[in-house]
């Protein structure tokens, strides 16, 4: 084939959807190769289904470990199926170990270009795993497909020359723009969770957060307290990492927190898009409450998207409890009608004509 896209988890596969359609359209040739790092049917195969993406043509069932070990599994396999499908473009997303592995694999290969799309993003802060691997992915990809000035501008700063810089936009808005009204029809997420008119979204599975039990207390005991006293429920779809991290530290969840089952994409967005506020500490829902017009409170120290704090649409406040009140307050009082800063939803075109597969 042509293309050869690898991912591995619940983003790569949502933000690379519209790019698989791009190559749809366009009768590209493309094999999809799925690490495995995700395999929860509600991480994983659930998001194939409702976005109408081909089943992987390899899934190499990496699964959960640590670091080195997962990524350098991943990069031996990877290997091995670029060997034989030798694609012109690797195309991977993000900032994940499998876009680490498919990057460091596929860039030694003769013939073989890597191209990365979202670029150029930095939180400039170095005990993230995420931070590592998009700095080196970015330093060893042929194309850097930027989603914003801001990102474009980071990658020229680290001597990255402008030949391989694309500003494409992020192509999440394009996914939100192919799915929010679907969602709106198909979904009936608000009544089966029961929830009121008024309610918060939370989301929290950053290993910062949830790795540490001390600091997940006080992030869940911060969100409840600052949602009680704007009267709000909070519902939480709860990413397996910090499942696990509950249950085994024997975490006390507050009572106006009710935790469900991760999500599909459609209910997801539902849920964002009708939420009177957003608590996350997730990349791609900071980008989709900015695109959506929901306020956001970022349960952060750092984050690489400042573009949704320029623009108004989010504040990174971190865990303490007087931080997020304050957030929210701020964030609630805050008219909804700021800018969208990631593109128009034609990411996925500018990716493939760039690479001039027209
Ligand atoms: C990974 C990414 C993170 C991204 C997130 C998206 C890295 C270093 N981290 O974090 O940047 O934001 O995906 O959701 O690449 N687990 C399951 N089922 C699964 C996958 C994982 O139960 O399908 C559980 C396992 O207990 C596993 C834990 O979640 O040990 C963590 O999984 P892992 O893939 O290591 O990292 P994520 O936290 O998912
Ligand atoms: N998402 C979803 N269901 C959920 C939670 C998130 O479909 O229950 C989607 C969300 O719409 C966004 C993506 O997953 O597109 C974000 O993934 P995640 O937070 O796991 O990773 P990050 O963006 O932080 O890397």
């Known amino acids: 084939s042509t293309l050869s896209f690898v991912l591995g988890t619940r983003p790569e596969i949502i933000k690379l959807s519209p790019v698989i359609r791009a190559c749809q359209r366009r009768d590209v040739s493309f094999s999809i190769v799925h ?114 000035d801001t990102s474009r501008d980071q990658l020229r700063q680290e001597g990255l020359p402008d030949e391989w810089i694309t500003v494409t936009g992020n192509t999440i808005v394009d ?53 009680d006293e704007h009267d709000l429920s909070v519902v939480y779809p709860i990413h397996p990492r910090a499942e696990k991290q509950i249950s085994e530290f024997g975490i006390d969840v507050p009572d106006s927190i009710q935790l469900v089952d991760p999500q599909d994409f459609l209910d997801f967005l539902v849920l964002e898009d009708e939420a009177t506020i957003v608590f996350t500490d997730s990349g791609g ?8 017009r929901t306020p956001c409170v970022t349960l952060r120290n750092n984050t690489e998207r400042p573009e949704t704090v320029d623009v108004g649409a989010n504040l990174v406040v971190g865990v303490d409890p007087g931080d997020v009140a304050d957030g929210v307050h701020e964030m609630l009082m805050k008219k909804r009608n700021w800018e969208n800063p990631f593109g128009d939803g034609t990411a996925a075109d500018r990716i493939l004509d760039t690479l001039e597969y027209e």
């Open 35 to 148: 690490t495995g790092q995700h395999y929860s049917e509600e991480l994983d195969s659930v998001f194939f289904e409702q976005l109408d993406l081909p089943t992987p043509d390899y899934n190499l069932a990496v699964g959960s470990s640590s670091h080195g070990e997962q990524t350098g599994k991943m990069i031996a396999e990877v290997e091995s199926v670029l060997e034989s499908e030798r694609p012109n473009v690797v195309i991977v997303q993000g900032d994940t170990n499998s876009v680490l592995a498919g990057t460091i694999a596929a860039t030694k290969m003769e013939g073989i270009e890597v191209g990365h799309v979202e670029a150029g993003l930095r939180s400039f802060d170095r005990d993230m795993p995420e931070e590592i691997n998009r700095r080196v992915s970015d330093h060893a990809a042929d194309h850097l497909f930027a989603p914003t």
């Open 175 to 227: 996914a939100v723009q192919q799915n929010v009204e679907i969602a709106h029809e198909r979904s009936s997420v608000l009544s089966e969770l029961n929830l009121d008119e008024r309610f918060a979204l939370l989301t929290a599975h950053r290993a910062e957060n949830v790795d540490d039990r001390e600091r997940f207390e006080r992030l869940l005991d911060s969100v409840a307290q600052a949602a």
């Open 285 to 292: 829902v900071q980008e989709e409450s900015c695109i959506l």
